[in-house]
């Protein structure tokens, strides 16, 4: 498509339940990443993909928090045993990539994780 | 350690008049530098970028200035619209496919 889905907008989850969270990224855009946005304003990012591939995983949690992006499914970002801190909104953003130049990246609407 | 500052959380600005909103960054490193536009429970919403090599993009009301020597960029929106209010948010990455840092954004309100 030619925007950014996430799906679910909002997911609720109790303390210690798991979250999964998708997005599937603009047809023909090869990197995906995820940001978490936290205190209103402030972004962080988590990880990106190449394709398939873990390109940037520096800002993943050590624990609890995975990712994947499979070939003809959406990519997803999975939370085990939800704590308090991880209500936030989780944003996906992807870009063309594989070009001579510089492109922007685009972000979906969010989904907005609550843990009760 | 915050690597974009956007100093000012928000700015109030008579329409069809410039709108400018500043940002600061550390880290000279930077290869590109970016301005995100955000309305609520929407994602943000590119607008302008500039190379590090440029210190001046236009596109439209949006013109982004860059000053290396100070590590200060600034967005001029003109004239400004009432649709312009949003929040502003300032980014940098540091090549071509790299993660954005942002910063905490601005909240412009255009007065009618």
């Known amino acids: 498509g030619e925007e950014v889905a996430q799906t679910p907008k909002h997911l609720v989850r109790g303390e210690g339940q798991k979250a999964k969270l998708y997005c599937a990224p603009i047809k023909g855009h090869s990197y995906v990443f995820w940001y978490q946005q936290v205190l209103k304003n402030e972004f962080k990012f988590l990880i990106s993909?190449?394709?398939?591939?873990?390109?940037?995983e520096t800002g993943m949690p050590k624990e609890r928090f995975s990712a994947k992006c499979l070939p003809n499914s959406p990519c997803s970002l999975e939370i085990q045993a939800t704590k308090l801190e991880d209500s936030a909104v989780y944003f996906c953003?992807?870009?063309?990539?594989?070009?001579?130049?510089?492109?922007?990246?685009?972000f979906g609407d969010g989904t907005r994780l609550s843990i009760l | 350690d915050q690597q974009v500052k956007q100093n000012s959380p928000s700015l109030s600005v008579q329409e069809g008049r410039i709108s400018i909103l500043n940002c600061d960054y550390t880290n000279s490193m930077f290869d590109y530098f970016l301005w995100y536009k955000k309305y609520p429970a929407e994602g943000p919403t590119f607008l302008i970028s500039?190379?590090?090599?440029?210190d001046k993009n236009e596109d439209g009301r949006f013109t982004v200035f860059l000053n290396k020597s100070a590590k200060h960029l600034s967005l001029h929106i003109v004239p400004s619209q009432p649709g312009d209010s949003a929040v502003y948010f300032c980014a940098a990455s540091f090549n071509r496919d790299d993660k954005i840092i942002f910063g905490k954004g601005t909240r412009l309100h255009i007065l009618p």
């Open positions: 500039i190379s590090s090599i440029k």
């Open positions: 993909f190449q394709n398939e591939n873990v390109f940037d």
């Open positions: 953003a992807s870009s063309q990539g594989d070009t001579g130049g510089w492109q922007p990246q685009h």
